[in-house]
């Protein structure tokens, strides 16, 4: 079964410094694995998605993240901060099987210090 | 081309009471989701669909049922509301095929029964 671990339900960085979230995912199959953004009231938004070929991967708004297999990881980053990133980020995973499901993380709300 | 889009997108019910989510999507795809999200929870699947004719459960199906009446359309019912189901509620559809791996998302059904 898949499964995804979000480490941190908050972080804070200061305006301008990296961020890094991080998402480790357990799957028996080749992952398919996604990061999106939620703003306050707001539904899902893709931000970058790994599914074959190269492991780092760019997205919107400057993030951009990499699989690493041995690690079962897909951290994702920022070089410099943000005001406008502070939301709420899930990791996602599903797998390349018939199985169509799709399975979230439990979430990890960005906290941009002035 | 309107996405997904979900009614309604706030309820108040009491407790025993049943209602029905909407949920459809213009985009030809195949696979359709539905999802609670809870603080600190993240977003747990209910029920999806594959394929028109075909529906699966999710990690928390209890106290729901799903109809995938056509390609479009994917509701949720709930026969008889718990305040365990105060939630928001989120649709999501994926596409097959070269390059349409992710989700897209709804806007969201705030829920709350008394």
């Known amino acids: 079964a898949q499964s995804v671990t979000q480490l941190g339900s908050h972080v804070s960085v200061s305006e301008g410094a990296l961020v890094l979230l991080r998402c480790n995912y357990s799957?028996?199959?080749?992952?398919?694995l996604f990061w999106y953004v939620q703003y306050p009231n707001q539904g899902l938004q893709l931000l970058l998605k790994y599914t074959t070929g190269a492991t780092l991967v760019k997205g919107i708004n400057g993030f951009e993240a990499e699989f690493k297999k041995s690690e079962t990881s897909f951290h994702l980053t920022k070089p410099s901060a943000h005001m406008s990133d502070a939301a709420e980020y899930f990791c996602a995973v599903s797998d390349q099987s018939r199985d169509d499901k799709i399975i979230f993380g439990k979430g990890t709300r960005l906290h941009i210090l002035p | 081309n309107a996405g997904v889009t979900q009614t309604p997108k706030f309820q108040v019910l009491k407790t025993g009471q049943s209602m029905t989510l909407q949920c459809a999507q213009d985009m030809n795809h195949n696979s359709m989701y539905w999802y609670r999200q809870d603080p600190g929870m993240g977003l747990r699947l209910i029920y999806y669909?594959?394929?028109?004719?075909?529906?699966d459960k999710g990690e928390v199906p209890n106290g729901y049922n799903v109809s995938r009446l056509n390609k479009r359309e994917f509701s949720l019912r709930l026969e008889s509301a718990a305040p365990s189901q105060t939630s928001v509620y989120f649709c999501a559809s994926r596409g097959r095929g070269r390059g349409t791996y992710e989700q897209y998302f709804g806007p969201g059904t705030r829920l709350t029964v008394t």
């Open positions: 669909s594959a394929s028109e004719g075909t529906t």
């Open positions: 799957s028996s199959v080749p992952p398919y």
